[in-house]
C-alpha cells in the first residue's frame, strides 16, 4: 500500500531530551512537510522540503530541526530548545509534478508527543 | 496567501446537505480554495478545489462566488462519518504552502 507512516503513535520523552520524529512516504513524492497541531488549534507549519537535500523553515521553526537525506524519508528533531513540545506533530508529502501539481497534500497518522 | 474566515461550528441532520461557508475577500487572482477535512485525531484529508468554476467530485461540491470572495463547500447527504473540523484554504497551486485556520467543526447528528 502507498502511503505514509509516522511512528511511533505516541511518544513519551522527559524535559531536556531530544527526539526525533520519524516520517516515511513511499509515494515517490518530492515534497515532504512537518506540522505542529496543539490542541483545538489547526495545523502550523514546522518545516518543509521540496526536494532532497533541501528544506526550509515554516512558520514556527524555533526548537526543531530536520533532515531530508533521502527522499522517502524526512526526519523530525524535537530538540531540548522547544520550550513547548508536548503536541501532536503531523508529517504530509506532495507530488509537485505531473497530473498531481495541485496543493493535495497527503498526511500520515501522526505521532503524539508527550514531554514529562 | 489570503486569510481565510469560516464558523467555528455547525450542526447538520444526516440525510440532509450540509453547506459549509468561507469567506476569503483577500484572495488573489491566481490563489486556489482548497477545503481540507480532519477527523478527530487523525491526519487532514484533501476533499476539493477550485479557481473560479464550481467544482464537484466524488465526496463535494465547490461553489465560490463569482467576485471569489466566498466560497461554500457542500456535502449533499451528510453521513455520521462526516463528522469532522474543515479547513477552508487558499493557496498558490505551484508551491504554494498551506495555512490551516481552526477551521469549522462540523457535528452530524442522527
Known amino acids: 500500500d502507498g502511503g505514509i507512516t509516522q511512528s511511533p503513535k505516541y511518544l513519551f520523552r522527559k524535559e531536556g531530551q531530544n527526539v526525533t520524529l520519524s516520517c516515511e512516504q513511499n509515494?515517490?513524492?518530492?515534497?515532504m512537510y512537518w506540522y505542529r497541531q496543539d490542541p483545538g488549534q489547526g495545523l502550523r507549519l514546522i518545516y518543509y522540503?521540496?526536494?532532497?537535500?533541501?528544506?526550509q523553515k515554516g512558520d514556527i521553526a524555533e526548537g526543531y530541526s530536520v533532515s531530508r537525506e533521502k527522499k522517502e524519508s524526512f526526519p523530525l528533531t524535537v530538540t531540548s530548545a522547544q520550550k513547548n513540545p508536548t503536541a501532536f506533530y503531523l508529517c504530509?508529502?506532495?507530488?509537485?509534478?505531473?497530473?498531481?501539481?495541485?496543493?493535495?497534500?497527503?498526511f500520515g497518522p501522526g505521532t503524539r508527543l508527550t514531554v514529562l | 496567501d489570503a486569510k481565510t474566515t469560516q464558523p467555528t461550528s455547525m450542526d447538520c441532520a444526516e440525510g440532509r446537505a450540509a453547506n459549509l461557508p468561507c469567506n476569503h475577500s483577500?484572495?488573489?487572482?491566481?490563489?486556489?480554495v482548497y477545503w481540507y477535512r480532519q477527523i478527530h485525531s487523525q491526519g487532514p484529508q484533501y476533499i476539493i478545489h477550485?479557481?473560479?468554476n464550481n467544482e464537484t467530485n466524488e465526496m463535494a461540491s465547490l461553489i465560490i462566488t463569482e467576485d471569489r470572495k466566498s466560497s461554500t463547500l457542500i456535502l449533499p447527504h451528510a453521513t455520521l462519518r462526516d463528522t469532522a473540523v474543515y479547513y477552508c484554504?487558499?493557496?498558490?497551486?505551484?508551491?504554494?504552502?498551506?495555512?490551516f485556520g481552526q477551521g469549522t467543526e462540523l457535528s452530524v447528528k442522527p
Open positions: 504530509a508529502s506532495m507530488g509537485t509534478s505531473g497530473i498531481s501539481s495541485y496543493n493535495e497534500q497527503f
Open positions: 509515494l515517490n513524492h518530492d515534497a
Open positions: 522540503s521540496q526536494i532532497v537535500n533541501d528544506f
Open positions: 483577500t484572495i488573489s487572482g491566481n490563489e486556489y
Open positions: 477550485g479557481l473560479k
Open positions: 484554504i487558499v493557496s498558490y497551486n505551484q508551491g504554494g504552502k498551506l495555512i
